[in-house]
């Protein structure tokens, strides 16, 4: 769990849930979906679609059921993606220098600085691109190294209130460092206020090779999912994220959490992003 500019730091706890991971799902596969209950449909503050064959950094239309999409097929980083959020306690800074796109692929790198320290980035569309429910899901391959923390998520706060959804949190230790947080383990956390309700998912090691990280955010429930397959539900219908919130995707370094980073963090460690895509 990351601490959110003002946020304060908190230990995420939940179920551990073991799974076998099926593979990286198919390129081309639509989104998990389902009816929204309750009648109450997502609200969106307008469709994206980007990097699909226009020009660099354009927008193209959007492919039928989907109401973002961004499958990195352009030159360059399409100017929905900005950078409107910092968190505390880590050893990274953040650039836009260190996200560039290139066949097909997203690439999200955390070098080295001179002196003791990194920097990496976190994309976000807070300025550009939100929605209340829906699903969400980003195909992604994650690197490992002591202290790395690829994740995908969302985050709301106004006026002391905050909501977050982290669809993929991953403390991508080799396997048995940090006391067992490692390449192995899928965290999945929704928070509210000042709760929040985590789950851990037991996996293989996430870095073989790419998976899909989902969530399908409803008013009555919050269901994640690792390549299609459900692997933890929040349903406490009170504690439910309500405002919409951007697509949030980010390679941090270090933290009391995921641990610090050491001699052996390789330098240039990269999150890959093959697409990120929302539908209704």
């Keep these: 769990m990351r601490t959110v500019a003002i946020l304060a730091a908190a ?13 990286g799902g198919s390129v081309g596969a639509p989104p998990l979906g389902g009816p929204p209950a309750g009648g109450a449909g997502p609200s969106s503050s307008g469709g994206y679609g ?28 399409s100017p929905v993606w ?7 306690g880590i050893e990274n800074t ?21 002196g003791d320290g990194w920097v990496s980035a976190l ?14 899901e980003a195909r992604m391959k994650i690197p490992v190294g002591r202290g790395l923390w690829p ?7 106004a006026a002391g209130n905050e909501s977050e959804i982290d669809t993929m949190e991953v403390c991508a230790n080799p396997l048995g460092a940090n006391d067992g947080n490692d390449i192995t383990v899928l965290h999945t956390t929704t928070r509210w206020g000042h709760g929040q309700e985590g789950h851990d998912t037991i996996a293989p090691n996430l870095s073989d090779g790419f998976h899909v990280y989902g969530v399908e955010w409803r008013p009555d429930r919050v269901v ?37 980073s050491d001699s052996s963090t390789p330098d240039g460690a990269t999150l890959q992003v093959d697409w990120i895509r929302a539908a209704p």
């Design 11 to 23: 230990a995420l706890l939940g179920a551990i849930v073991l799974i076998g991971v099926l593979g």
């Design 50 to 77: 980007a990097s699909t064959g226009g020009s660099a950094g354009g927008a193209s239309p959007l492919p039928s059921g989907y109401t973002f999409y961004d499958d990195f097929d352009g030159s360059a980083l």
């Design 82 to 88: 900005q950078q409107n959020f910092n968190f505390e």
């Design 94 to 114: 953040w650039s836009r220098d260190q996200a560039s796109v290139a066949n097909g692929i997203l690439s999200i790198k955390a070098s080295r600085v001179a």
């Design 123 to 136: 994309l976000d569309t807070k300025g550009t691109w939100t929605q209340q429910y829906g699903v969400f």
């Design 151 to 157: 994740a995908f998520w969302s985050y709301w706060s």
């Design 224 to 260: 994640y999912t690792l390549d299609g397959v459900e692997v933890s539900r929040f349903t406490e219908k009170p504690h439910i994220p309500k405002n919409p919130m951007p697509l949030i995707v980010d390679l941090a370094v270090g933290g009391s959490w995921c641990g610090p």
